[in-house]
């Protein structure tokens, strides 16, 4: 059983109604776990392998609803799984969109309902002519694999790289031509010892746009591996000059990946671009450095920059405490929760984002503890220098505390270590308009389990940037379900007309991949969204004169929407509201006073579709839009 404690709410602003987001200062991250009152650690999850064993399941019965919720009128599910774990922390490349317009995506999918998923593999669709392809019926691998990132290539061949199978290295398949025809598998090669690699991501560059840009890790032991190179799970980069046909560099261990630094590389903690001649990753975990590593030379040589410093290294939790400053107590710190995203912009400076979690470890006994009540967003670009990483969302306040507190008691399910706020992913249009999305928890929403297993639903987020990062609009709800998880997004690097989206949206929240599955396996949905990108700026810098700011909320409506406007000095405002055909179909007059004024419209008999608000004051016209569900 699922059900909604607070009903009625609007789920899509994030930070406030106002009409662009100032990042703010990290440090707001541990005044907003000390309000909510919930400063309790748990204990640090270690990664799934993908080598899964049958255990007895959580007697629990996943409804799948088999439908998207279309905030945007152009959801669509695409395809489905089984395997509903698509991430250990950061998300792949599993989405592009080409110059035609054609869109490509994958995902792992399995159809196995027994827990050890015989059939895992890249599921793969593709959209052209306006038309998604039949969702498919099995994986693009010869064997068992998944953990797919895709790319085209200039030449227009598509290549998926997929995780290692039990006997073999990390694979990739080829075909010539994106989506038709056969694919061509072929194993890539191992380490220098032999080891073979897990958690593959994979970017297109290079001046001609056929370079293939790899980095993965080796097999940690605890997944049954060795220390390459001193490390326990070894981050390594291979380059491609001519789309996978042959590796001109092969396991190359970028500056600083060594085990001095390091102890080893977390399960998908790392994130890779690149643009023309300019590659870049970032990488992380909970007690090492967030670092970057980029190139201007098409991977030949690198420079390494520290984004957010880990204040120990080789940190050991069960010899050390978070002691900082030496007088033997041990300190709250904020580290990053191992989820990543990154974009290279037009002009080749790097914009990285993490979740954030604040940790605590005063057993030195004992486990590192993690409060995965830690609600942030963390960005920080080049431009930024040494300076430390600004938050520029949290999860959105539904009921006007002044920050997300009410959720379900025991959180959000745990897909590894993230936080509150969380997995992101980025891309860019030809203007330098930066996008970002999230899926934060729903504050009022709850599975209706009992604990352990009282979990709120997570929904996917988007916002965007119009003057490279230095303000952020007004976050939008795309998933826009009360009633499901929406998990793992992907984000269309480049941006056009519209951000397109993938993601996996379930029943239930958290995950059922054994053996720390939460609820019991059933069918998941993989949606795709495009989602229209002037709806998700209209709210940056919507100052209209006289000092007036507009923002609308929530965006998309459902029934009720609030025009809020900032005013510096009283003024009279005439508002109208507009349907796709220009016909006025309400109107108001207000005499607005200094601050907020709001303004509900009741959008219950609106037929769905996109509507224009127009503010006039005086002869001029200032407009903004909204979506009707």
């Known amino acids: 059983m699922k059900k909604l404690l607070l009903t009625g709410l609007a789920l899509s602003v994030c930070l406030g109604a106002i009409a662009q987001n100032r990042p703010a200062p990290s440090s707001t991250i541990k005044e907003r776990l000390k309000a909510a009152n919930r400063h309790a650690p748990v204990?640090?999850?270690?990664?799934?392998?993908?080598?899964?064993m049958p255990v007895n399941r959580i007697n629990q019965t996943v409804t799948n609803q088999n439908t998207a919720n279309r905030s945007s009128m152009v959801q669509q599910i695409i395809g489905n799984t089984t395997y509903d774990l698509q991430s250990n922390g950061s998300t792949q490349n599993r989405i592009y969109m080409d110059a035609a317009g054609n869109v490509g995506a994958v995902w792992t999918m399995s159809t196995d309902l027994a827990g050890t998923y015989p059939d895992r593999g890249a599921g793969y669709n593709y959209y052209t002519g306006g038309t998604w392809g039949a969702a498919p019926a099995g994986r693009i691998e010869t064997d068992r694999r998944g953990w797919p990132s895709l790319v085209q290539l200039a030449n227009g061949s598509e290549v998926v790289v997929s995780h290692a199978s039990v006997t073999s290295n990390v694979a990739q398949n080829i075909r010539p031509a994106a989506g038709s025809g056969a694919w061509t598998q072929t194993t890539l090669a191992s380490f220098p010892g032999g080891e073979n690699a897990l958690w593959t991501r994979t970017a297109a560059g290079g001046p001609d746009g056929n370079t293939i840009h790899q980095i993965d890790i080796s097999y940690p032991t605890g997944n049954g591996g060795a220390l390459v190179n001193g490390l326990d799970g070894c981050l390594s980069y291979s380059r491609s000059l001519d789309g996978g046909t042959t590796w001109d560099i092969v396991r190359a261990i970028p500056p600083g990946i060594n085990d001095t630094e390091y102890e080893g590389f977390r399960a998908d903690g790392y994130a890779i671009d690149a643009k023309g001649s300019t590659v870049a990753f970032v990488s992380g975990n909970i007690t090492d450095d967030w670092a970057l590593w980029k190139s201007t030379d098409n991977g030949d040589n690198w420079t390494r920059t520290v984004i957010q410093d880990f204040p120990f290294t080789k940190y050991d939790d069960l010899t050390q405490i978070t002691d900082v400053d030496g007088d033997g107590v041990a300190d709250t710190l904020l580290t990053t929760d191992g989820a990543y995203a990154i974009i290279i912009d037009n002009n080749g400076m790097v914009h990285a984002f993490a979740g954030a979690m604040l940790i605590l470890d005063d057993d030195p006994t004992a486990a590192l503890g993690l409060f995965l009540s830690t609600d942030g967003l963390l960005y920080w670009n080049e431009s930024m220098g040494s300076n430390l990483p600004v938050v520029i969302a949290t999860a959105p306040d539904l009921d006007g505390s002044g920050q997300a507190d009410a959720f379900a008691a025991d959180l959000g399910g745990r897909y590894g270590n993230d936080g509150i706020c969380s997995m992101p992913s980025a891309g860019i249009d030809a203007a330098g308009n930066l996008f970002v999305s999230y899926c934060p928890l729903i504050e009022g929403t709850d599975s209706g389990n009992p604990s352990p297993l009282a979990f709120s639903y997570r929904n996917v987020y988007l916002m965007g940037s119009t003057d490279g990062g230095a303000f952020w609009s007004t976050p939008v709800n795309v998933?826009?379900?009360?009633?499901?998880?929406?998990?793992?997004?992907?984000?269309?690097?480049?941006?056009?007309?519209c951000v397109h989206l993938l993601w996996q949206q379930d029943g239930s929240p958290g995950y059922s991949v054994p053996p720390n599955g939460e609820h019991a396996i059933g069918n998941n949905d993989i949606v795709h969204d495009c989602y229209d990108k002037t709806l998700v700026l209209s709210s940056i810098n919507e100052t209209l004169a006289n000092g007036v700011a507009v923002s609308l909320f929530p965006n998309p409506a459902s029934n009720n929407l609030t025009i809020s406007y900032n005013v510096e000095q009283p003024i009279e405002l005439m508002v109208e509201v507009r349907n796709i055909m220009g016909q006025v179909i309400a109107e108001f007059t207000r005499d607005a006073v200094k601050g907020t004024n709001n303004i509900n419209?009741?959008?219950?008999?609106?037929?769905?579709?996109?509507?224009t608000i127009n503010t006039i004051m005086g002869e001029k016209v200032f407009s903004t839009k909204f979506v009707k569900n």
């Open 43 to 52: 204990p640090y999850q270690p990664s799934i392998s993908g080598n899964e």
């Open 479 to 497: 998933s826009n379900s009360q009633f499901d998880e929406a998990v793992f997004c992907s984000m269309a690097k480049n941006v056009d007309g």
């Open 601 to 611: 419209v009741d959008v219950t008999k609106y037929s769905s579709g996109v509507y």
